[in-house]
């Protein structure tokens, strides 16, 4: 309370006449201006053939998707498991009539001379092998995020795509996406002023958002090469469960971080543009409700980051349903990212009432400081200037995935640099690990750039 029983709320209420801004809003559709959303062919010269790696969840996606862009033909398929050859094929024929091999070995793809690159799906721990091997047999690659399961693997990544000049690009899709680039427009423009924090959170409460997916019924080693799955990570006996749920599992992905948090971080460091990992971070979580089947991650967590000129906070759980929400916040304004959408609410960072400090004092100091602060800042009738909110949709059926892969295919016919190429890949992924080793260590993670190492 302040002098005679006048609260802050009070003083604010009564001081509430002084000058201030109205505020106004519109709203604007974007456009998108990509040939993947045009009809016009490709002349037979400038298709490009890829083969596809990996069909299942993610890949049967990326390959719909991609085999509906003009110009570009899945040429062959590849996957562990026999009954995704089926699937693939099932999938290029319902939209083109025909039908292309399969095989379990996807160096089959790389030796093939018909494939100009590679578009790549499958769980974390193979990432690396398959991109430096596409690079080193000249094929260009594009890989799901994020790019890596191990901190060395990003650097062999780089080495392997620059020593053999490919176009290497990481599939985490906001960094093609017009919400995104609006947003990155504002913050260089200076709309919202100094960007500060970062906050982004999202949440899923259902089995299949929390990765217990249902292995399929007639998985056996008889159909799936079970020992080449498993790869470079710890050997165990036939598990369809891990074969379907690898996400949880430290031996073959990274939980939250990889499957979600490198989607905030790739966004995140689009808009700002980051050109380095995080210098530190710090995780909390737990493993509360999906533990039925054995798996290591955590399915909350929270993550605080460490960036040069900004801090960010991000938040994931599996245990309650919670739309995205992105929020950038400003010296000078807010940028709100929802769905298909985002706005702006601007802020002059100014007084609009005399300063509710003031009611700490005496009653005729207060009075002659308010009389004082009115008249200085009182503006005449009509003269106050809006503060303007704007919101900003993507267009009806706009889809991040064609456009990110429209991307990747234009890079390998036209040989511009891919918009996610393996540097930007690896500092978000590197950010990815730096949560996982702060949560499994609960201890602060610290990036260490000369040692290329995380350490406490």
């Known amino acids: ?76 398929a590849c996957d562990l498991y026999d009954g995704r050859h089926t699937l693939a094929n099932a999938i290029i024929q319902r939209a083109t009539g025909k039908t292309v091999p399969t095989t379990r070995q996807y160096h089959e793809l790389l030796e093939n001379k018909d494939i100009d690159c590679i578009v790549a799906a499958v769980p974390d721990h193979w990432h690396e092998r398959i991109i430096v091997d596409a690079c080193n047999a000249g094929k260009d690659i594009y890989c799901e995020k994020p790019m890596t399961h191990e901190v060395k693997e990003g650097f062999l990544i780089i080495e392997a795509a620059n020593k053999n000049k490919r176009i290497v690009q990481i599939g985490s899709q906001r960094r093609s996406s017009i919400i995104y680039a609006k947003a990155k427009e504002l913050i260089d423009s200076g709309a919202i002023g100094d960007v500060r924090l970062i906050e982004d959170t999202s949440g899923r409460n259902t089995p299949c958002g929390a990765w217990v997916y249902p292995p399929p019924p007639d998985l056996s080693t008889k159909n799936l090469d079970w020992e080449t799955w498993q790869g470079s990570a710890p050997k165990h006996s036939f598990s369809p469960i891990r074969f379907a749920r690898w996400r949880g599992f430290r031996d073959y992905g990274e939980g939250i971080p990889g499957d979600l948090y490198v989607h905030l971080l790739t966004g995140i460091h689009y808009i700002m543009g980051v050109t380095a990992p995080p210098e530190r971070a710090f995780s909390v979580g737990g493993l509360f409700q999906w533990k039925d089947d054995g798996r290591d991650y955590p399915d909350q967590m929270t993550t605080v980051y460490d960036y ?149």
Request: proline content about 7%.
């Open 308 to 456: 040069p000129s900004f801090r960010c906070m991000l938040r994931v759980t599996l245990d309650n349903e919670e739309g995205e929400v992105v929020r950038i916040l400003g010296t000078r304004g807010t940028i709100e990212i929802r769905g298909e959408g985002l706005s702006v609410s601007p802020q002059d960072g100014k007084d609009h009432s005399p300063c509710y400090y003031a009611a700490s004092y005496p009653p005729k100091l207060y009075a002659e400081y308010v009389k004082e602060w009115e008249a200085e800042h009182r503006l005449m009738p009509g003269t106050a200037k809006p503060i303007e909110a704007t919101s900003f949709h993507a267009p009806p059926g706009y889809n991040e995935d064609a456009e990110h892969l429209w991307n990747f295919f234009q890079s390998v016919r036209t040989r511009r640099p891919s918009v996610e190429d393996p540097v930007f890949g690896n500092n978000t992924a590197l950010g990815c690990h730096l949560a996982n080793y702060s949560y499994f260590n609960n201890s602060l993670a610290i990036w260490d750039a000369a040692a290329r190492a995380i350490k406490a």
């Open 1 to 76: 309370m302040g002098n005679d029983g006048i609260s802050r709320r009070d003083f604010m209420r009564k001081t509430s006449t002084a000058a201030g801004a109205a505020l106004i809003g519109k709203s604007v559709l974007l456009e998108t201006g990509n040939l993947a959303a045009s009809p016009r062919p490709v002349p037979p010269s400038d298709t490009v053939r890829f083969g596809m790696v990996g069909i299942g969840m993610q890949g049967s996606g990326l390959l719909g998707t991609s085999i509906r862009l003009p110009g570009v033909e899945c040429v062959a």
